[in-house]
């Protein structure tokens, strides 16, 4: 394969960047990161490893089997569910012309897993996930546009039981850990029925 040098821009072409110009363009972003995005150093990775080790001892321990889903995905996997927004989806197409997005969550990816390479196995399945999410920066919010995400999924059982367990797990996760303090623990029911008798019984197993 050959590479064929660009051309020069013309100084005189309506819209064009001289060589000069095009480099200060280039060396505007050289040593910086995008919004929302930053370097890790030293103590930061220490205590990033050290959580990630905490946490995969924990969901072991319980009966969870760790998984691991690609950085791209179809936009397709996503794009079907109410609740994803579309908005903060990076996304992009392949060769091919298919619109492919980087991850911008977890769940949505191990579902795909669970009803694919995962239908056949035995039910309930236990997962659990630890893994890098992605979505497009908004000048209005200071979210990262880069997250560490890492959480249990437990298919095949929509039990009170169930329920308890996850409860239990996430409780485990936030207040046995000191390294991994948490100001606020948000927990999200599909169904209201049950939902504060499975908390308490949660926090008082947890306890």
Not at 29 to 57: H, N, S, W
Not at 174 to 179: A, F, G
């Amino acid at each position: 394969m050959k590479l064929r040098p660009l051309e020069p821009a013309s100084d005189s072409m309506p819209g064009s960047l001289c060589a000069a110009e095009r480099i200060a363009t280039v060396k505007q972003y050289d040593k910086i990161t995008p919004e929302g995005t930053k370097d890790l150093l030293f103590g930061a990775c220490d205590m990033v490893r050290t959580v990630k080790e905490q946490l995969q001892r924990l969901f072991s321990s319980r009966g969870y089997n760790e998984v691991k889903t690609p950085t791209l995905e179809f936009y397709d996997v996503f794009s079907k569910f109410d609740f994803f927004d579309r908005d903060e989806a990076i996304k992009f197409c392949d060769r091919k012309g298919r619109l492919l997005t980087v991850r911008p969550d977890c769940t949505i990816p191990i579902a795909r897993m669970a009803a694919t390479r995962l239908k056949n196995i035995e039910k309930p399945i236990r997962l659990f996930y630890e893994s890098e999410v992605f979505s497009a920066e908004k000048s209005e919010s200071a979210r990262r546009v880069s997250e560490f995400q890492s959480g249990i999924e437990l298919i095949g059982d929509s039990s009170f039981r169930a329920d308890v367990e996850v409860l239990c797990t996430a409780l485990a996760a936030t207040e046995r850990r000191p390294t991994m303090a948490v100001n606020k623990l948000l927990v999200a029911f599909d169904e209201s029925e049950g939902a504060d008798r499975a908390l308490a019984m949660a926090a008082s197993l947890a306890a």
